[in-house]
Nanobody
Framework: QVQLVESGGGLVQPGRSLRLPCVAS????????MAWYRQAPGKERELVAT????????INADSVKGRFTISRDNAKNTVYLQMNSLRPEDTAVYYC????????WGQGTQVTVSS
């Protein structure tokens, strides 16, 4: 069973950056499109960014375009979310998964943007 482990979150001030890694277990990672999702308090989980198995990334959430970048390292079974110019409205729990989501969700990593 594939497991997903997100990390890298924390409390940051507006305007700062964070890089979130997500490590997936198993041998099929490199064949799968992956994505980052987030869920803010009181809101539904939303799709933030997707990346193909070959590393072509797309930012899906309009609110983060120009600030966030998705990438992957298939040799490390890891997908990354680089988040720059963070805003308070980026506060959420961030999750990775396949795209479309088909793996059991991990714990996620909490990102809090506040001064």
């Amino acid at each position: 069973q594939v497991q997903l482990v997100e990390s890298g979150g924390g409390l940051v001030q507006p305007g700062r950056s964070l890089r979130l890694p997500c490590v997936a277990s198993g041998s099929t990672f490199r064949f799968n499109a992956m994505a980052w999702y987030r869920q803010a308090p009181g809101k539904e989980r939303e799709l933030v960014a997707t990346i193909s198995s070959r590393g072509i990334g797309i930012i899906n959430a309009d609110s983060v375009k120009g600030r966030f970048t998705i990438s992957r390292d298939n040799a490390k079974n890891t997908v990354y979310l680089q988040m720059n110019s963070l805003r308070p409205e980026d506060t959420a729990v961030y999750y990775c998964n396949n795209f479309p989501a088909g793996i059991a969700w991990g714990q996620g990593t909490q990102v809090t943007v506040s001064s």
